[in-house]
Antibody, heavy 123, light 107 residues
Framework: QVQLVESGGGVVQPGRSLRLSCTAS????????MHWVRQAPGKGLEWVAV????????YYGDSVKGRFIISRDNSKNMLYLQMNSVRAEDTAVYYCAKDGPYDSSGKYYMDVWGEGTTVTVSS | DIQMTQSPSTLSASVGDIVTITCRAS??????LAWYQQKPGKAPKVLIYKAIALQGGVPSRFSGSGSGTEFTLTISSLQADDFATYYC?????????FGQGTKLEIK
């Protein structure tokens, strides 16, 4: 079955870096765009970044632009989020999610989500 | 960026009730809207996409309507399993904005 499993979360000091990973299985990974979405404790969902199926395009939320980098390795069915210059406000559960089925419009919702990995930014 | 505003923020209801949650976009998003359900400690689950299309496996008591800037999620005959937080999300633009969420509580 389609599965996404995040890893790499933990406690990191402000200003340092952390890399999150998402392992995909059960579908043809290189056919789908992938997202990172986060949720701060007790708060709502915040979209972080998207990468197209072939890695050709990437978009970021304003709060992480210039600090976070989304990437993927289609040969390994892996999605990554490189988090640099982290701040206390980056503390959250980070989810990876896949695009829904092909749509000729090129617009996709998120149809499968992982269970998340927790990042805590603290000194 | 497109802003998404949900109302109400909290909704108290009883099993068997019909409930409606509203989502408004700050500009037209056509029908590029999804609804998600999230239970405590769990990942979100998509219920509705393209404003009105029911995701496979989702009970038919969930329905979506609207286009442009005004959208609704309706749950007919509320079940105990439906008490959760619901989010709308636009995917018209590459900012993929979520609404702030509506917590559906047991009355």
């Amino acid at each position: 079955q389609v599965q996404l499993v995040e890893s790499g979360g933990g406690v990191v000091q402000p200003g340092r870096s952390l890399r999150l990973s998402c392992t995909a299985s059960g579908f043809t990974f290189n056919n789908y765009g992938m997202h990172w979405v986060r949720q701060a404790p007790g708060k709502g969902l915040e979209w972080v970044a998207v990468i197209w199926h072939d890695g050709s395009n990437k978009y970021y939320g304003d709060s992480v632009k210039g600090r976070f980098i989304i990437s993927r390795d289609n040969s390994k069915n892996m999605l990554y989020l490189q988090m640099n210059s982290v701040r206390a406000e980056d503390t959250a559960v980070y989810y990876c999610a896949k695009d829904g089925p092909y749509d000729s419009s090129g617009k996709y919702y998120m149809d499968v989500w992982g269970e998340g990995t927790t990042v805590t930014v603290s000194s | 960026d497109i802003q998404m505003t949900q109302s109400p923020s909290t909704l108290s209801a009883s099993v068997g009730d019909i409930v409606t949650i509203t989502c408004r976009a700050s500009q037209s998003i056509s029908n590029w809207l999804a609804w998600y359900q999230q239970k405590p400690g769990k990942a979100p689950k998509v219920l509705i996409y393209k404003a009105i299309a029911l995701q496979g496996g989702v009970p038919s008591r969930f329905s979506g309507s609207g286009s442009g800037t005004e959208f609704t999620l309706t749950i007919s005959s509320l079940q105990a399993d439906d008490f959760a937080t619901y989010y709308c999300q636009q995917y018209h633009s590459y900012s993929y904005t979520f609404g702030q969420g509506t917590k559906l509580e047991i009355k």
